[in-house]
Nanobody
Framework: QVQVVESGGGLVQAGDSLRLSCAYS????????WEWYRQAPGKQREFVAS???????AYDDSVKGRFTISRDTAKNTVYLLMDSLKPEDTAVYSC?????????WGRGTPVTVSS
């Protein structure tokens, strides 16, 4: 099994930066893809960014150029660096570790961006 724990959320002002962490453990060799999702109040969960074992990254258009996903293999952690934050980035951010045929979600970390 795989375990996932997110951290790093908080309250920031528009234009600030924040770095989220997704620490994973357990049967990590089975993980093929790490994804960040977010869910704003009253809205559906949406894809933010992903990174695979080769380091290939993908982003939703809404965060492209502002967010950067990366992975530290020594620390078994995936990061989401969020720059130029906007109030519309306010959401609970969750990490999904894909370990086929299963996927493991973390509990999420809240991010609030004030204007």
């Amino acid at each position: 099994q795989v375990q996932v724990v997110e951290s790093g959320g908080g309250l920031v002002q528009a234009g600030d930066s924040l770095r989220l962490s997704c620490a994973y453990s357990g049967d990590i060799e089975r993980i093929t893809l790490w994804e960040w999702y977010r869910q704003a109040p009253g809205k559906q969960r949406e894809f933010v960014a992903s990174i695979d074992r080769s380091g290939f990254a993908a982003y939703d258009d809404s965060v492209k150029g502002r967010f950067t996903i990366s992975r530290d293999t020594a620390k078994n952690t995936v990061y989401l660096l969020m720059d130029s934050l906007k109030p519309e980035d306010t959401a609970v951010y969750s990490c999904l570790a894909n370990a086929p045929p299963l996927g493991q979600w973390g509990r999420g970390t809240p991010v609030t961006v004030s204007s």
